[in-house]
């Protein structure tokens, strides 16, 4: 018996869990409240896609004759898809590798349409290896039966969502109210099935939902209406992105026969004066950003005097209870930076509250997820890192920030290479001039593997529109710096801004071709503007050449629908933008003319040939900056003396061999200097947690010598610089 279930509805990933109710659960202990978690998306997908599940779905009654080719093929082919579906979600599981080459043989699965796309696998996974490729046609072969599903069972099923279109932009919750009074789906059978026996098992008295996505909240409102059917004293919350963002005008009475309370943005200290109220429903109430129920009208309340709890104080997160080991990991498209959001278990993380920009016209700056900004120490932060590989085993880390800080990444790196863990982590940035060349070397070292940011517009006119703070010249530098330190590189793409030309549009896609030919972005997506109520554009439309349609909201309001006084269908861009970028993703067509892209006429681009070429000839190795702190990563170092005679004339030389990991650098220096570096390299090792300036260096040199910029910018130093013994951060 706990006292709280917390509960992610289906679905969001296949491959690990959201990490919502493990950021409650891990609060909840610090104050010694008794929970469970459950993460029902998984659950359903491990019933619904075995042995057991797949002779349900195929005895179900259908039609044949009236269903298309691809239903015909599956359905003549059900005894291979009973027989082997078991081993391929054991091998997506990794617990039966050797299966991989079966799979490999394409004479092991079934295969339908999606496996029509396979023309050029070997290309697409020359670089991926055996385990990769499998899992690819593994993926191929769920998605042949979820396309199944989608016509034959179930239209609104998808792995990562569940009746997605009832969520998004439901001003009116007449639809979702009136499919809550159908019959149950089949995939609403397997998940209450499961939810009842969970709550016969923990006997909570308040169940929480974590709603992140519109794909998540019909779900949870069917279970809430089970809850309320058949555990009528337990109560009911719902928390999370969705109700963030799309329920902060909500006034639907008919929602609260489902729910009790909907909280709103950090969900710590709202659900623990739930918790309080629950259990001393005797005294005056407390309440945090919280809808409910008072006199028959929906009602906001905020008379909680309490403030937010700190970073600092919300304990780490908790993944007990979940089924870390039987997550799937599948891989959809031959990339191997796409490949990290739907592949591998990761733990999660969030280096700091809210966004340090936080200026974006596109973003939802005005809510406190984004509004406050409150970052976590680098200490505490590497302190949950281990806690959490102790507890799951696991060493993959997502910090799910909205964009992290230059500064707390860099003292993340250092704190993690000062404890000698060996992790492997990635994260969400903003394309800041300060992710220099050795500044992205240091993340590397410490076990940073990629990065995702928002380039959004690839035109310097559009991105100060958006007040993104970058240029497109700066992403490309920046993503040079972060190609050449061995991480990878995923851009967020945006067509369709307010007063966005076509003309910018191709220009765009131009400059985004020619960032994945040079080799220095490896991942994108294309995405349309999204007006919403909480952004800039939103807020003040006029401002943007916008013009908004209004919606009677008594349900949820985020996404508006708009018009935009250049009248252009940016829609029909969607289809080019997208297949290009698949193709230059996988590293081919680059020079396929952007006309054919697309079946209809588009201009040339504006863009010279060599645009990002040129940006990235713009170098600053030889600019002395006194600020910046230098840290030596190395101290393998053998020391030889030796004399070095010319016409009579000797000199005392020592040459420093350095043995880094892969490869070993030596370089000659007069003793007297080499002995400075000796001691400067002793003194400030990484291990030292006070960082010299190189101002200080400069101090320290020039009590000995003379010009120690000559000293400091000479070919010996350069090398050790260009092989990441010395880093200027």
């Not at 896609?49 to 004759?65: A, C, H, P, T, Y």
């Not at 279109?165 to 019959?183: P, T």
């Not at 609260?256 to 004066?273: A, N, R, V």
């Given at each position: 018996m706990k006292d709280l279930l917390l509960i992610t509805p289906p679905f969001t990933q296949l491959n690990t869990p959201y990490p919502a109710t493990a950021y409650i659960k891990g609060f909840l202990n610090t104050k010694n409240i008794t929970s469970y978690q459950i993460d029902l998306g998984?659950?359903?997908?491990?019933?619904?896609?075995?042995?057991?599940?797949?002779?349900?779905?195929?005895?179900?009654?259908?039609?044949?004759?009236?269903?298309?080719?691809?239903?015909?093929?599956?359905?003549?082919l059900r005894d291979e898809y009973i027989k082997t579906i078991d081993q391929v979600i054991h091998f997506l599981q990794g617990k039966n590798a050797t299966l991989a080459r079966q799979i490999c043989s394409m004479n092991f699965l079934p295969e339908a349409s999606r496996f029509n796309q396979l023309d050029d696998m070997e290309f697409a996974f020359g670089n991926m290896g055996l385990q990769d490729k499998a899992k690819h046609l593994a993926t191929l072969y769920l998605e042949d039966l979820s396309d199944y599903i989608v016509e034959n069972i179930d239209s609104d099923f998808g792995f990562s969502r569940y009746a997605e279109?009832?969520?998004?932009?439901?001003?009116?919750?007449?639809?979702?109210?009136?499919?809550?009074?159908?019959?149950?789906?089949f995939i609403d059978d397997i998940t209450l099935e499961i939810l009842a026996e969970k709550l016969q098992t923990v006997q909570p008295k308040l169940v929480c939902f974590s709603i992140p996505f519109p794909g998540n909240l019909y779900s949870a409102f069917r279970c809430a209406q089970y809850i309320k059917k058949n555990f009528p004293n337990i109560k009911t919350a719902m928390g999370g992105g969705f109700p963030n963002t799309e329920l902060r005008e909500i006034k639907?009475?008919?929602?609260?026969?489902?729910?009790?309370?909907?909280?709103?943005?950090?969900?710590?200290?709202?659900?623990?004066?739930?918790?309080?109220?629950?259990?001393?429903?005797?005294?005056?109430?407390?309440?945090?950003r919280t809808f409910l129920i008072e006199n028959h009208t929906v009602t906001y309340k905020n008379n909680s005097k309490r403030h937010d709890y700190k970073q600092a104080q919300v304990g780490t997160p908790e993944y007990t209870d979940l089924l870390l080991d039987q997550y799937i990991s599948v891989i959809e498209i031959a990339n191997p930076m796409h490949s990290l959001w739907s592949d591998g278990r990761w733990n999660k993380l969030t280096m700091a509250h809210g966004c340090y920009w936080g200026k974006c016209t596109f973003c939802d700056i005005s809510l406190d997820y984004i509004r406050i900004y409150e970052p976590v120490s680098a200490k505490i932060l590497v302190d949950r890192m281990e806690e959490l590989i102790k507890e799951t085993g696991e060493t993959g880390f997502h910090f799910v920030d909205e964009a992290a800080p230059p500064a707390l990444m860099r003292e993340v790196a250092l704190e993690i290479l000062r404890r000698n863990l060996v992790v492997t982590w990635w994260t969400n940035i903003r394309f800041e001039k300060s992710f220099t060349r050795d500044l992205c070397f240091l993340l590397k070292l410490s076990g940073c593997v990629a990065v995702s940011g928002g380039l959004e517009v690839a035109s310097d006119r559009l991105l100060k529109l958006i007040d993104k703070g970058i240029s497109v010249d700066q992403v490309a530098q920046v993503t040079r710096n972060f190609t050449e330190a061995g991480i990878m590189i995923h851009a967020y793409l945006m067509y369709g801004y307010p007063t966005q030309t076509v003309q910018e549009t191709i220009d765009s896609l131009e400059m985004v071709r020619q960032l994945f030919e040079m080799g220095i972005l490896q991942s994108g997506f294309w995405h349309q503007f999204a007006m919403t109520a909480h952004s800039p554009v939103g807020l003040h439309p006029?401002?943007?050449?916008?013009?908004?349609?209004?919606?009677?909201?008594?349900?949820?309001?985020?996404?508006?629908?708009?018009?935009?006084?250049?009248?252009?269908?940016?829609?029909?861009?969607?289809?080019?933008?997208?297949?290009?970028?698949?193709?230059?993703?996988?590293?081919?067509?680059?020079?396929?003319?952007?006309?054919?892209?697309?079946?209809?006429?588009?201009?040339?681009?504006?863009?010279?040939?060599?645009?990002?070429?040129?940006?990235?000839l713009e170098e600053d190795h030889f600019v002395f900056k006194g600020n910046s702190k230098v840290i030596f990563m190395d101290r393998n170092v053998v020391a030889e003396n030796y004399i070095k005679t010319k016409k009579q004339n000797s000199w005392a030389y020592t040459q420093l061999t350095f043995h880094l990991k892969t490869n070993i650098v030596k370089i000659d220096l007069e003793q007297p200097k080499a002995e400075w570096l000796m001691k400067v390299l002793a003194e400030n090792a990484i291990e030292n947690a006070k960082k010299t300036t190189l101002q200080q260096l400069k101090i320290q040199f020039e009590e000995n010598f003379e010009d120690f910029e000559l000293f400091w910018f000479s070919k010996p130093i350069q090398q050790l610089k260009d092989n990441g013994v010395i880093l200027s951060l």
């Open positions: 998984i659950e359903v997908i491990l019933e619904l896609f075995s042995k057991e599940g797949l002779q349900n779905i195929f005895s179900r009654k259908i039609d044949l004759e009236k269903l298309s080719e691809n239903t015909q093929r599956i359905f003549a279109r009832l969520g998004k932009s439901a001003n009116s919750f007449d639809e979702l109210y009136s499919k809550l009074s159908d019959r149950q789906t639907d009475p008919r929602v609260f026969e489902f729910f009790d309370f909907i909280t709103l943005d950090d969900g710590e200290l709202p659900i623990e004066l739930l918790y309080n109220h629950l259990n001393n429903p005797t005294e005056e109430a407390e309440f945090k006029e401002e943007f050449g916008v013009t908004p349609i209004k919606q009677e909201i008594l349900f949820a309001n985020n996404d508006i629908d708009f018009t935009d006084k250049t009248g252009i269908d940016h829609s029909k861009f969607s289809f080019g933008l997208k297949k290009s970028l698949f193709n230059y993703m996988h590293g081919i067509n680059f020079d396929i003319p952007l006309q054919d892209w697309f079946d209809f006429k588009i201009p040339k681009t504006t863009i010279h040939p060599d645009y990002i070429h040129d940006c990235l």
